[in-house]
């Protein structure tokens, strides 16, 4: 069906920038994951473009490397990017490779995935410039909305990235409610003293006519030609603040509001609208117009940029003082997305061997740690490679060894409907009714309808020891539709308020959790997850040897908790569930 683009790139929780190593390696081993091709012979998915581009001194900047204009621009005419954090070390007479698939399509919009390569014809040699994601809605037509083809994941990868699309998906539409508290709680001082830059003098403004070579087939001005125009006015503006030749490290958001047309004039205006020590955000936006009509805004864009000097270290920038009302309110704005990554960067860059585990919980990170959260139990969800160990009543447990770690799932059905047994296991606190290895469980914040903070305390495993506790983030999901499961995931976080005390040993969760399928009306597939830490081995490790049968006793008994509560579910209007 004819798409009409509606791109957004405010969800920059996703790894979108790829740090560089020197021998052309992510930095971020998860990331690398994710665009992993599975050579299935004979299979190729439908969906997915590829196209590559040799660099030309046409496509190049003043150093002589890859305008990102210009890789935009590319990458609009392979998928139309929606998203992108870019640092493009591409230069003359490399080659560029871009593929693009849709990872799923939801009622009347679907997810596209890009990655984009670097690949030097002269050494072999091939290396990752970046990830990103776009959002396309679909044009409604004279019979009314337009239903889309639903996307069918045949591989590992693929199921991967269809499951987490729906998080992703989730997380765009609550971003201006999270920039909102962050601004409503927010002390920052405006930039002061004479040393600092008047925003005004960074203001960029340009004028470019829409023609044909600028538009696709259905007459619409190309996004990948709309985001090359703001990038160049952003950079002018960049350049008015440090007296220098900038360079673009990430792009928070793209958000196409609305098309534009051959003939139309389109006015890009760029300001900085906040300077930070070694970095600056620059707002940029686009409007379109025809003779004497009103302005149409049509686009927006947050764009970082660093000044790097002649050892490639990021300069010290000048302070900027924000213009009066509107410039304060976008100096503010900075300091939210500025905080936003930061915490996205942070969460995501954890190395899973890092002593502690846990990172710290906060009311401005809770979207990340939550998105994180629910994230790792789908990629455990998704995996194919488990071992059954053993099987006891009806109950399975299956372990996996990877990259040094053990993780481990527990699978059971039972006859009590998926939407009554989600809210049964949602609530830790009644855990303890099941679960012998929870001898108390307390509520610390209850964040939201989504989120809640638990602290956790578990008895000793050896006569004389001491017990465990957990301050565990428990994020809950219901499915975005039949086609996904209910969702409980858990993961360590640390409060200042919860410190380790003398009579608990603080354990950590990296990731745990319950994925629910509904498999007919009053039958339930359970499926329990654990992704071994310290913490957690002394109390499985007899069963994973086939030394005890604890869990199948403890899983018995939850499925008989599941029988006995539902009727008192049953009982409750839908809204209280």
């Not at 990430?250 to 760029?270: E, N, Q, T, Y």
């Not at 640390?494 to 959790?513: K, S, W």
Request: contains cysteine; aromatic residues 8%.
């Amino acid at each position: 069906c004819p798409l009409e683009v509606w791109l957004s790139i405010h969800w920059h929780h996703i790894s979108v920038f790829l740090p560089m190593t020197s021998d052309g390696n992510h930095a971020d081993a998860m990331l690398d994951s994710l665009f992993i091709q599975e050579s299935e012979e004979g299979y190729r998915n439908p969906t997915e473009v590829k196209m590559s581009q040799i660099v030309l001194p046409c496509h190049a900047n003043h150093c002589g490397e890859l305008s990102v204009g210009q890789l935009l621009k590319w990458m609009d005419s392979t998928a139309c990017l929606s998203e992108a954090s870019v640092s493009v070390y591409s230069r003359v007479g490399k080659v560029v490779n871009i593929i693009a698939k849709v990872n799923r399509a939801f009622t009347s919009s679907m997810e596209v995935g890009i990655l984009v390569t670097c690949e030097d014809l002269y050494t072999d040699r091939q290396w990752k410039v970046c990830h990103a994601f776009a959002t396309f809605v679909a044009r409604r037509t004279e019979a009314g909305k337009v239903q889309l083809k639903q996307v069918i994941p045949r591989t590992q990868m693929e199921q991967m990235e269809y499951s987490l699309a729906a998080e992703r998906r989730r997380m765009r539409l609550i971003h201006a409610e999270i920039i909102t508290d962050l601004l409503s709680s927010s002390t920052a001082q405006l930039g002061t003293g004479r040393d600092a830059v008047p925003a005004e003098r960074t203001r960029v403004e340009s004028v470019e006519l829409v023609l044909p070579p600028h538009a696709n087939h259905q007459v619409s001005t190309f996004g990948g030609q709309i985001m090359a125009w703001m990038e160049n006015v952003a950079t002018i503006a960049a350049c008015r603040l440090c007296n220098a030749h900038p360079t673009l490290r990430s792009i928070d958001m793209f958000h196409f509001r609305g098309p534009s047309h051959i003939g139309d004039r389109l006015v890009l205006k760029a300001i900085v609208n906040n300077a930070f020590k070694h970095s600056m955000e620059v707002g940029v936006c686009a409007e379109a117009y025809q003779g004497g009509e009103p302005l149409r805004h049509i686009n927006s864009a947050f764009m970082t940029f660093e000044v790097l000097d002649s050892d490639r270290k990021a300069r010290t920038l000048p302070r900027i003082r924000p213009e009066p009302v509107d410039g304060k309110r976008r100096y503010q704005e900075a300091i939210a997305r500025k905080k936003i990554r930061l915490d996205r960067k942070y969460i995501i860059s954890c190395k899973q061997t890092e002593v502690p585990l846990s990172v710290p919980w906060d009311p401005s990170n809770q979207m990340y740690l939550s998105y994180n959260n629910v994230s790792a139990l789908k990629l455990m969800d998704t995996r194919n490679n488990w071992v059954l160990t053993s099987e006891k009543n009806k109950v399975r447990l299956y372990t996996l060894e990877e990259n040094h770690m053990l993780c481990f799932k527990v699978e059971m059905h039972v006859s009590v409907p998926a939407e009554q047994t989600f809210h049964l296991l949602s609530d830790l606190r009644r855990r303890k009714e099941w679960d012998q290895h929870y001898e108390s469980c307390e509520v610390i914040i209850q964040a939201d309808e989504e989120d809640t903070l638990y602290r956790v305390a578990t008895p000793s495993v050896s006569k004389g020891g001491k017990g465990k506790d957990f301050i565990l983030l428990a994020s809950r999901r219901k499915p975005c539709d039949a086609r996904d499961p209910y969702l409980i995931a858990l993961r360590s976080v640390t409060l200042p308020t919860h410190p380790p005390t003398e009579d608990y040993t603080r354990g950590e969760v990296l990731c745990a959790g319950f994925t629910i399928w509904e498999e007919s009306s009053i039958v339930t597939k359970i499926t329990y997850y654990n992704q071994a830490t310290p913490g957690v081995l002394p109390y499985i490790s007899t069963d994973i040897a086939g030394l005890s049968s604890g869990f199948y006793s403890a899983f018995s008994a939850c499925s008989h908790f599941l029988e006995a509560n539902k009727d008192s579910l049953a009982a409750l209007p839908p809204s209280a569930l």
